[in-house]
Each structure stands twice: as C-alpha cells, then as structure tokens.
C-alpha cells in the first residue's frame, strides 16, 4: 500500500483541538500545495454526529474563504474528528488559525446551513445548524494550538 500521510500520525499522542501543518506537496512545474490537519476533537475519544460534522463543512467551505486565499477544498475526516483543508501555496499554522477562528465565530452568528437543499448537497437532510454551532463554541472555547504531539 502506498505511503498515506494521516496513517503515519501516532493518533495516541496528538491533543486536540490542534491545526497541523500536514503536507506541502510540490508539483512538476514549481506549483505547491499545503495540507493541514484542523482536528476539532480528540481521536479515538471524541466524534462528531455526521450532521453537526457536515453542517460545519457547509459553513467553513464558505467562511474560510472569505479569510484565505486559494483555498482548494476543505474536507471532514472520515473518523469524524476533523477537516482536512488543502490551499495552493505554502502557508503556514498561524495563518490557518487565525481565519479558522474567524470562520467559527461565522458559524455562531449563523441562521442557516448554505446549500442546504437537493440540488446543492447530495444528502441534505443530514444537516444539523444546532451542533455546527456546539462544536464551533466547544473548540473556540478550548483554543487550538498549532502544537499537536504530548510530551
């Protein structure tokens, strides 16, 4: 099996919330790529109903571009715990957090999921404003930190 980045993260050891710079990638002709983890909860401990995780990737796809630029996707972690966001460029944690923490104060002051119908969003009744919202509280309150591993 090929080498997959996440894989090789000691999940026993990271603390959450955190934002990691994951990967920059750099292609064929000089163009890079930087891939970061922003993990919202603790792995193996903590996970977000799908409809609170979804909802948030509702809001943050628009929230976190209006405060970066070449924002190429943002994406939920399959465990839940998280997003993946991946911007043309090398860019580094403490600008990623300062616009995370902006877009989640977004998402409080927010009165409706974006796209939240049949023809935007392939599963739309599985969208929940309420938990976006709790979980955009829980990991303002808790801070991230762009250091991620215990000692």
Known sequence: MPNVESFQLDHRKVIAPYIRKAAVLNGEKGDKVTKFDLRFLQPNQEAMPT??????????????????????????MGCRTGFYLILWGEVEPEMIKNALEASLKQVLQ???????????CGNYRDLSLFGAK??????LDKGFSTTFYKD
Not at 56 to 69: N, P, S, T, V, W
Not at 110 to 120: H, R, S, T
Request: avoid cysteine.
């Open 110 to 120: 927010a009165d409706k999921v974006p796209a939240a119908n049949n023809l935007q």
């Open 134 to 139: 709790e979980y955009a509280r829980y990991v």
């Open 51 to 76: 409809a609170s995780i979804h909802a948030l990737e509702h809001l943050l796809a628009g929230y976190l571009r209006e405060h970066l630029d070449n924002v190429i996707d943002l994406s939920p």
